[in-house]
Nanobody
Framework: QRQLLESGGGSVQAGGSLWVSCVLSQSTYAKLCMGWFRQTPGKERERVATIEASGHASYSDVVEGRFTCSRDSAKNTLYLRMTSLTPEDTGMYYC?????????????????????WGQGTQVTVSS
């Protein structure tokens, strides 16, 4: 059974940087859309960044210019580089992947469209 295994995250002061990454435990020949989501207590999970099989990345407005999403398709690994962090970036970060959209990360993809989810990794930014 394929799984997404996350690593990274941690605690940092405002203005600092962190990495999170995840790897798909078993390779697939299907094209993957991969992405990062985050959730904080009392809020709905929000989409932070996605990256298509082509390598095209998209970001939410609140992280655009500060976060960089990248992938190593040969290693089925997804990365998120986070810079200029603020306390509002604090939350549990989840990676996700799906083959159901042919490698495209449509904005209309709902939670049920993502096949695989990571276990989550905590990011805490202190002021």
């Amino acid at each position: 059974q394929r799984q997404l295994l996350e690593s990274g995250g941690g605690s940092v002061q405002a203005g600092g940087s962190l990495w999170v990454s995840c790897v798909l435990s078993q390779s697939t020949y299907a094209k993957l859309c991969m992405g990062w989501f985050r959730q904080t207590p009392g809020k709905e999970r929000e989409r932070v960044a996605t990256i298509e099989a082509s390598g095209h990345a998209s970001y939410s407005d609140v992280v655009e210019g500060r976060f960089t999403c990248s992938r190593d398709s040969a290693k089925n690994t997804l990365y998120l580089r986070m810079t200029s962090l603020t306390p509002e970036d604090t939350g549990m970060y989840y990676c996700a992947a799906t083959t159901r959209s042919g490698g495209y990360c449509y904005t209309t993809l709902g939670d049920h469209d993502w096949e695989y989810w990571g276990q989550g990794t905590q990011v805490t930014v202190s002021s």
